[in-house]
Antibody, heavy 122, light 107 residues
Framework: QVQLVQSGAEVKKPGASVKVSCKASGYTFTSYDINWVRQATGQGLEWMGWMNPNSGNTGYAQKFQGRVTMTRNTSISTAYMELSSLRSEDTAVYYC???????????????WGQGTLVTVSS | DIQMTQSPSSLSASVGDRVTITCRASQSISSYLNWYQQKPGKAPKLLIYAASSLQSGVPSRFSGSGSGTDFTLTISSLQPEDFATYYCQQSYSTPRTFGQGTRLEIK
């Protein structure tokens, strides 16, 4: 079955960077865009950006421009999201989510990874 | 950015009730509106896409309607497993944006 499995929880100090991985299985990794969405504790969902695993092309939300980098390793069907210059407000669960329709850019997210808690604290 | 506003923010209902959640977009998004269900400690799950299309495997008691700026998610007869938080999301343009969520609680 289609599955996205994310890396484990991270604790980082303010100013540091974090890199979260998302390993895909059950489908052709390069055929579907990967999106990243985060959720602060008790809060709503916030879209961060997308990546085309075939071309490596990316698109980021303005809010994260300059701080976020989305990459992939096609040989191991894994997508990565790196967020730099971390601050306390970045404490959240970070999800990867596959685009539901191949290379459509439709913005429909299914399935999702299980989430990775990133805690930023001094 | 397109703002999505859900109402109500929370809702108490009983098993068997019919429930409607509303989502309003700050500008027309045609039918580019999706609904997700999220249970505590879990990732969101896609329920409805393109405003009214039921995702495979989702029970038929869930339905969606609307176009333009006003949309609704209806659960025809609440089941115990439906108590969760529901989010609408627009896929008309980037950045993709979500409503603030509607928490559905047991009365």
């Amino acid at each position: 079955q289609v599955q996205l499995v994310q890396s484990g929880a991270e604790v980082k100090k303010p100013g540091a960077s974090v890199k979260v991985s998302c390993k895909a299985s059950g489908y052709t990794f390069t055929s579907y865009d990967i999106n990243w969405v985060r959720q602060a504790t008790g809060q709503g969902l916030e879209w961060m950006g997308w990546m085309n695993p075939n071309s490596g092309n990316t698109g980021y939300a303005q809010k994260f421009q300059g701080r976020v980098t989305m990459t992939r390793n096609t040989s191991i069907s894994t997508a990565y999201m790196e967020l730099s210059s971390l601050r306390s407000e970045d404490t959240a669960v970070y999800y990867c989510a596959r685009e539901n329709i191949p290379h459509s850019g439709y913005g429909l997210f299914d399935p999702w990874g299980q989430g990775t808690l990133v805690t930023v604290s001094s | 950015d397109i703002q999505m506003t859900q109402s109500p923010s929370s809702l108490s209902a009983s098993v068997g009730d019919r429930v409607t959640i509303t989502c309003r977009a700050s500008q027309s998004i045609s039918s580019y509106l999706n609904w997700y269900q999220q249970k505590p400690g879990k990732a969101p799950k896609l329920l409805i896409y393109a405003a009214s299309s039921l995702q495979s495997g989702v029970p038929s008691r869930f339905s969606g309607s609307g176009s333009g700026t006003d949309f609704t998610l209806t659960i025809s007869s609440l089941q115990p497993e439906d108590f969760a938080t529901y989010y609408c999301q627009q896929s008309y343009s980037t950045p993709r944006t979500f409503g603030q969520g509607t928490r559905l609680e047991i009365k």
